[in-house]
């Protein structure tokens, strides 16, 4: 009876755990149906100034910018390119494409520009640059996935936001996980973003207000850190309820896939610029609790499936397996809606694999940023 009673008990917890844990992740936070809210008003078109920084990316300029400056859009926009200094053939993309296009706008920082981050400054200086009051900064490795990005980025900005987030992901190209990690990643930012205030940004089709980076003095506060220009702005200029999610797939930006090295260094950067954020510890307990619960149900699945067996408890076998079953299909059902929203092709039976690899894969960057040059990551 006393057996009887502890696998009932056993079954119901392994049950109740398959029910409860597929919904503590990424992609069921982002509250999907509730981000189409989000989306306001068609209004007025705002003028857009578009900020893009290059250092050595002619051909990333040749392929994509043309995109951009073909925007099919109401009102008025401009592309600022600042060149920092590149030595590959740059410039003369520029003027090549100055020559075609009457709102591009070009200008740069010298080589002698040191001390600082030379991202940061040369966005500094197309912002100041800038015509327009909203600005859209991206880079020269991406390119909108419709001809009416700028309309679409439009319909977020208006009187009640100060920052808009726009999807951002690496083409198909691109390793799936990858992709699949940066989505994952974004939704987090973005249900953090819709319930409160943002924590940061990991995109490269940010919509932020001039006026708001003028005041705030820019990137004063952190100029000595290499990188993290997006988290900062994000992290630094938000406001509770005036940071808007752009989930019309209109909007979404493309990014050229990246080298492992560059993969790698950019979330290197990232483990290097957290510790200098605002709400950095809610946001990492809540991602930190997902993920160990993730781990844990499986754990516990598998640890009764394996006692069940060899203890010839079939009730109990049956259970775990069931429940090992339910937590997978259910997590690749939430993971598919995502992906629905936001155009992703990942195939499904990889998810629970990806899901799991994000903690190993964030424990092997957290071991070589311990043991990385602080030098690394700041100017010296």
């Known amino acids: 009876m006393i057996f009887d ?9 392994l049950l109740l755990l398959a ?37 050595d990316k002619a051909k990333e300029l040749e392929r994509n910018l043309p995109s951009i400056l073909n925007q099919i ?11 920092e200094s590149s030595t ?55 390119r909108p996935t419709s001809n009416t990005w700028l309309q679409s980025m439009s319909d977020y900005c208006n009187n009640n936001t100060d920052i808009v987030l726009g999807f951002t992901n690496y083409s198909q190209q691109a390793k799936t ?27 490269n089709n940010l919509a932020i207000r001039k006026s708001i980076f003028m005041q705030g003095n820019g990137f004063l506060r952190n100029l000595k850190y290499l990188r993290g220009e997006y988290d900062f702005l994000v992290n630094e ?19 050229d896939s990246p080298s492992s090295t560059s993969w790698k260094n950019e ?39 394996t006692y069940s067996i060899l203890s010839s408890n079939i009730i109990m076998t049956i259970t775990a397996a069931f429940c090992l079953i339910l937590s997978l299909v259910l997590r690749i059902i939430i993971a598919q809606k995502a992906f629905k929203v936001f155009k992703e092709r990942i195939n499904y039976f990889m998810i629970p694999f990806m899901e799991i690899r994000i903690l190993w894969q ?10 990385a040059d602080k030098y690394e990551f700041q100017r010296k």
């Open 88 to 142: 590959d053939g740059t410039d003369d993309v520029l003027k090549r494409l100055k020559n075609e296009y009457h709102n591009l706008y070009t200008t740069f920082i010298p080589e002698s520009s040191h001390y600082l981050s030379r991202r940061k400054l040369a966005l500094t200086i197309g912002i100041k640059a800038a015509k327009s009051e909203w600005l859209i900064l991206t880079d020269a490795d991406c």
């Open 5 to 13: 009673f502890l696998t009932i008990t056993i079954c119901c917890f």
């Open 267 to 305: 979330h290197l950067y990232y483990m290097e610029t957290r510790q200098h954020l605002k709400r950095s510890f809610s946001y990492r307990l809540l991602t930190n609790t997902d993920t160990t619960l993730l781990h844990f149900n499986y754990l516990i699945d598998i640890a009764a499936l």
């Open 362 to 371: 964030n424990i092997h960057l957290l071991i070589r940023h311990k043991f």
């Open 73 to 83: 859009y109401d009102s008025k926009f401009e592309v600022i390119v600042v060149d």
């Open 177 to 203: 996980y990858y992709r699949f990690e940066r989505l994952h990643t974004f939704c987090y930012l973005a249900h953090k973003a819709y319930r409160g205030i943002a924590y940061r940004y990991n995109g």
């Open 237 to 255: 200029y938000s406001e509770e309820a005036r940071t808007a999610v752009a989930v019309d797939e209109k909007c979404f930006v493309y990014q």
């Open 19 to 55: 029910l409860i844990t597929p919904l503590c992740n990424g992609f069921f936070r982002s509250i999907l149906i509730k981000w189409r809210i989000c989306r306001c008003e068609q209004h007025t078109p705002t003028a857009f100034s578009i900020i893009i920084t290059a250092h």
